[in-house]
């Protein structure tokens, strides 16, 4: 397993951009592009593992992408005090090209988690590195922290790129602990933004004591432990979060890996690994290290034999007959996928007791 730890550090390095960009995955051709989401934890995984270089750089491509785009930000900002819902050019995107470009052609690209898991990714990397922002990454965290401050009432899609007709509990958390990490940096009043956000979450995103997959749902989705870890929207430890791990581990967990969610067709719905060291880094920091020592093997056991871990196994898969369908449209499973092996960094830290609190 150490094998592969270093083996993960080793492909995110190869993979990164002179930009600083991270793409999704090297191969897999619409994954070829940098998503503010998969490269947040990217970075983190980095500055786990000592490449707090790598980690700067990204932060700068960052803050050029999003600084090169605050008229944007504003015409969005212009819009929802008028109450008006932002159109389609007045939002940023979801992922760019390298270069720091938009990405041509129709994308889900109203997705807001991202942004919010950046900021808490620029606060982790300043804590660990004990440096202050440079007034380059002080503008863009303002930014959007302004942006996200602002649009976290409206429907978006999901971190899966889906339902944009929801509020989703994944996204508010992600929001709440970039909106928590911008206020500790600069002092502002957006940590006031970030309480409001907790009390819809505990008012209209519980049922039957645990977490749903958005407001109005019954279902559990898997990115739910990110409440938890890392965004600390709620203790890893109280009932409501141990309820919805159980309910994780109970509807989405029929084999060795983790699933999105009951209902996901992508590739038939298969376990995805990346879900699979989260539900690890869980249990790890709730100190069930046996059971995170376990999830971690079964990754181990997923890699080929260069060491590639993928976005997803298509094993005990919700429905079989999408699988074909989506090899004919897209080709193979992506693999690999630099956030699956990122958050194999992050598991085997968390199990050694190494991310800081």
């Known amino acids: 397993m150490s094998d592969l730890l270093e083996r993960s550090i080793e492909i995110i390095l190869n993979n990164q951009h002179p930009s600083g960009a991270f793409p999704a995955s090297p191969v897999f051709p619409n994954y070829q592009y940098c998503w503010f989401r998969d490269s947040a934890f990217i970075a983190f995984a980095l500055d786990l593992a000592g490449k707090h270089e790598s980690a700067s750089r990204f932060h700068d491509w960052a803050a050029h992408t999003v600084n090169k785009r605050a008229d944007i930000i504003n015409r969005a900002l212009e819009k929802t005090r008028d109450g008006i819902m932002?159109?389609?050019?007045?939002?940023?995107?979801?992922?760019?090209?390298?270069?720091?470009?938009?990405?041509?052609?129709?994308?889900?690209?109203?997705?807001?988690?991202?942004?919010?898991?950046?900021?808490?990714?620029?606060?982790?990397?300043?804590?660990?590195?004990?440096?202050?922002?440079?007034?380059?990454?002080?503008?863009?965290?303002?930014?959007?922290?302004?942006?996200?401050?602002?649009?976290?009432?409206?429907?978006?899609?999901?971190?899966?790129?889906?339902?944009?007709?929801?509020?989703?509990?994944?996204?508010?958390?992600?929001?709440?602990?970039?909106?928590?990490?911008?206020?500790?940096?600069?002092?502002?009043?957006?940590?006031?933004?970030?309480?409001?956000?907790?009390?819809?979450?505990?008012?209209?995103?519980?049922?039957?004591?645990?977490?749903?997959?958005?407001?109005?749902s019954d279902d559990v989705d898997a990115s739910l432990l990110g409440l938890a870890v890392p965004y600390h929207l709620v203790e890893?430890?109280?009932?409501?979060?141990?309820?919805?791990?159980?309910?994780?581990?109970?509807?989405?967990?029929?084999?060795?890996?983790?699933?999105?969610?009951?209902?996901?067709?992508?590739?038939?719905?298969?376990?995805?690994?990346?879900?699979?060291?989260?539900?690890?880094?869980?249990?790890?920091?709730?100190?069930?290290?046996?059971?995170?020592?376990?999830?971690?093997?079964?990754?181990?056991?997923?890699?080929?034999?260069?060491?590639?871990?993928a976005e997803q196994v298509p094993a005990t898969l919700n429905d079989e007959k999408y699988y074909p369908i989506w090899r004919k449209r897209w080709g193979k499973i992506a693999k690999p996928l630099l956030w699956s092996h990122a958050n194999y960094i992050i598991l085997t830290h968390a199990i050694e007791g190494n991310i800081p609190k």
């Open 86 to 216: 932002p159109r389609s050019e007045d939002i940023l995107h979801a992922r760019y090209t390298l270069n720091s470009e938009d990405v041509e052609g129709v994308w889900p690209n109203f997705q807001l988690d991202g942004y919010g898991t950046w900021l808490w990714s620029v606060s982790e990397h300043l804590k660990i590195t004990k440096k202050d922002p440079s007034p380059t990454w002080r503008q863009a965290m303002k930014l959007i922290a302004e942006y996200i401050s602002a649009l976290w009432r409206y429907p978006c899609y999901d971190c899966w790129e889906e339902f944009p007709d929801r509020i989703h509990p994944y996204t508010l958390g992600a929001i709440y602990a970039g909106l928590k990490a911008e206020a500790s940096i600069s002092g502002s009043e957006d940590a006031h933004e970030a309480d409001l956000i907790k009390e819809v979450l505990f008012n209209q995103a519980i049922k039957d004591d645990h977490f749903i997959k958005h407001i109005g």
């Open 236 to 309: 890893p430890e109280k009932p409501v979060m141990r309820n919805t791990v159980r309910f994780i581990e109970n509807t989405l967990r029929h084999g060795g890996g983790v699933h999105r969610y009951n209902s996901d067709t992508y590739y038939g719905g298969g376990e995805w690994i990346l879900l699979t060291a989260w539900l690890g880094w869980y249990y790890a920091v709730i100190g069930e290290r046996t059971k995170a020592k376990n999830l971690q093997e079964w990754i181990s056991a997923q890699a080929d034999s260069q060491g590639y871990l």
